[in-house]
């Protein structure tokens, strides 16, 4: 609606300006009613003529292309146009000067055919430049959502094979928790599958997501796992991307506590600092300097999707002290 | 037919223990939670099967088979899709995807023999890279020293042994491998072709194309022990 009315105020303010310039130039040498209804009737039939193009260039898609060869039928368009306009110029300012028009003069009438004819191809110029840099931008925000979906992670397979063989394992040795596990894998599934089209959830949706994935490692691991929350309140209805969390306490699983045999401790917490949300999850173990030169994918991918939502704003910082390794991720909020 | 389990999750290895009861003539020797344990427990028990993790604590499954000398019957049991394990190209005996199928265990079973117990080498684990193989000894055709290392090759393979060609000799079945010389070993099941060379001594043709010229003395060796 917003870019519907600036045409038409970019289509009256153009021609009208340029209209106006050509009466001011001319009205010394002709009669003013002449100058006026003839670049009164030309300012009309000039934004007529330029709609009626605008709608057949869409029609045919001729802007449509990155590739500035493509749109080489528009111009020609707007050049046949241009002819149109000149000779609604010439018929009438014979009209009006009852057949004594100075461009229906044979030393004249080329140029200024060929000159008016000109006219639209700069209007088509300058709706070209208009139409492909905003093609260029929507093009921009689609590559943008289509790599934030690839980078927002679904579920890892092995994950869920793991899980499937601890659960078939527990329905014989335990029944309520094969019964629970199984429920929460299917929040797990629902979270994967139908999530919302946002790029953002609210981090309380990401812990339950987090919580149920623990259970059901915890299952797995069975004492080497040991999960501690330690969540700020204000923080539940903070904005984060989705499978964040998950990502975080995957990779802290996967890289800190499954290599080691005894297991280890996981803590999962957020706060406000400095009008930021502030989530940490750390993990017993310690980085291999090959992991802290080449971070694992999770956590480059967790990078790349706060650079494209957050750009550099938004910051995941990864710590090894003490035999623990903490990653940390800050995300402005909007205050 | 004795089995070990090693897994380092509890409920995976009791959830193979309760599919391997329907299998009688399987006893479960043990259970093993990590590499370390396996490797004490392998050298204990000597099981003719062992069900392999792969993703486990401290050591991988290849990890594990790497630091055996002898390599058991081993069927990997594993969360990972056959194309992720593909990618490994180990010929174990078999692969378990988990959740374990009842079916797809007996075929697997169906495959084990009851293991030779003898001083002879059956199978070594080589890695080279992301690759690795478990080799059957008598489908390795030719063994090539290359310092404190040995070159074996099999198939269109030849990846290197971290063992010296004299330890691997010493497990080898003499009535199958043969010293060609200093540096060589190979395989009799596996000569195509014998041909007399200039110096005298013999060139040996295997099968796939490969030639080993040999020293007189060996030739004279080699000679003996075709013609027996």
Redesign the interface.
């Known amino acids: 609606m917003k870019s519907r009315y600036a045409y038409w105020l970019c289509q009256v303010l153009g021609w009208g300006s340029y209209a106006l310039i050509g009466a001011l130039f001319v009205t010394q040498h002709a009669p003013a009613a002449r100058v006026a209804i003839g670049y009164g009737l030309y300012f009309l039939y000039s934004i007529a003529l330029t709609h009626w193009l605008r709608g057949y260039v869409r029609r045919h898609g001729w802007l449509e292309k990155p590739d500035r060869l493509h749109h080489l039928p528009a111009y020609l368009a707007a050049w046949a146009v241009g002819f149109v306009q000149a000779g609604l110029v010439i018929a009438v300012d014979s009209l009006l000067s009852r057949g004594h028009s100075e461009l229906w003069q044979p030393d004249v009438v080329g140029g200024a055919v060929f000159g008016i004819s000109m006219v639209p191809l700069g209007w088509m110029a300058v709706y070209d430049a208009v139409t492909s840099g905003r093609r260029a931008k929507e093009r921009e925000l689609a590559l943008r959502d289509a790599e934030l979906r690839a980078l927002e992670l679904q579920i890892n ?2 994950f869920l ?2 899980s ?3 659960i ?3 329905v ?2 335990n029944p309520p928790l094969a019964q629970d596990l199984i429920t929460r894998l299917a929040n797990i599934l629902r979270y994967n599958l139908h999530r919302d089209a946002g790029h953002t959830v609210p981090l309380d949706s990401e812990l339950e997501a987090a919580a149920d994935y623990l259970a059901l490692e915890s ?4 004492e080497r796992l040991r999960v501690h929350f330690a969540v700020a309140p204000e923080t539940r209805a903070m904005a984060i991307p989705p499978m964040l969390v998950q990502t975080l306490v995957e990779n802290a699983i996967k890289h800190g506590i ?4 005894e297991g280890g401790e996981l803590h999962v917490g957020s706060a406000v600092e400095d009008g930021s949300l502030v989530l940490r999850v750390q993990n017993s173990g310690s980085l291999a300097p090959a992991d802290a030169a080449r971070a694992p994918l999770g956590l480059n991918n967790i990078r790349e999707r706060l650079r494209i939502l957050y750009g550099s704003r938004a910051t995941l910082d990864l710590a090894n002290r003490e035999g623990r390794v903490t990653a940390t991720v800050r995300i402005p909020q909007k205050i | 037919m004795r089995a070990l389990i090693v897994d ?5 290895r ?2 193979l223990a ?1 599919l391997l009861a329907a299998h009688p003539d399987i006893e479960i020797a043990g259970e093993s ?2 590499g ?1 344990e396996a490797l004490e427990q392998i050298a204990r028990l000597d099981p003719d099967l062992v069900f392999l993790d792969i ?1 486990m ?2 050591m991988t499954g290849f990890d594990l088979l790497e630091r055996l000398e002898d390599v058991p019957q081993v069927i990997f049991t594993t ?3 056959q194309y992720a394990l593909r990618a490994f190209e180990v010929n174990a005996l078999d692969y378990l ?4 199928a009842p079916a797809r265990l007996a075929q697997a079973l169906s495959r084990v023999r009851p293991r030779p117990r003898g001083a002879r080498l059956e199978q070594v684990f080589v890695r080279d890279g992301d690759r690795c193989w478990i080799v059957r000894v008598p489908d390795i055709f030719l063994l090539e020293s290359e310092g404190n290392y040995t070159r074996l090759y099999f198939a269109n393979e030849h990846p290197l042994i971290r063992r010296s060609l004299n330890a691997l000799e010493a497990q080898l079945d003499p009535a199958l491998f043969f010293r060609a010389g200093r540096k060589e070993i190979l395989n009799l099941k596996w000569i195509e072709k014998v041909n007399l060379a200039v110096s005298g001594g013999l060139t040996v043709i295997l099968r796939g194309g490969r030639t080993v010229e040999m020293s007189r003395r060996q030739s004279a060796r080699l000679r003996e022990v075709l013609s027996l």
Request: no cysteine; aromatic share 8%; charged share 30%.
């Open positions: 397979p092995h094979f793991n499937l063989n601890s078939r394992g527990l014989i040795e299952a797995r691991y069975e499954a290599p080691l045999a | 380092d999750e509890r409920l995976a009791a959830e309760r939670r990590n370390e993703q604590p401290g969360a990972y899709n995807l988990k959740p374990i």
